[in-house]
């Protein structure tokens, strides 16, 4: 019973970390900083960005936001979100 109760709260903790933390888990190829200075907090802002918005962000170039924009258009990083909005975490689903 201890180790089920720990691992569901492990769990419960993971689900309420920031869309931020989501996102840099998921490794996209941005500084923390260019992240939150994008100030998008959802996968559909994230989504509506250009490459043109991503490489005037800090620390970030023309080659960086075409790796931004090449992570966000991966299949997996795809799917995962979609997975990540049906367990309902934060900024991933409506």
């Excluded at 569901?8 to 989501?22: D, E, G, I, K, V």
């Amino acid at each position: 019973k201890g180790k089920s109760e720990q691992i569901w709260r492990q769990f419960n903790l993971a689900r309420r970390q920031s869309f931020t933390r989501w996102i840099m888990a998921m490794d996209i190829p941005l500084t923390q900083a260019a992240l939150q200075a994008s100030g998008d907090r959802s996968w559909e802002q994230l989504l509506m960005r250009t490459e043109q918005h991503w490489w005037q962000l800090p620390a970030t170039g023309e080659r960086r936001a075409g790796r931004v924009i090449d992570w966000r258009n991966n299949p997996q990083i795809k799917t995962l979100s979609r997975w990540l909005a049906a367990q309902h975490i934060p900024g991933f689903g409506s």
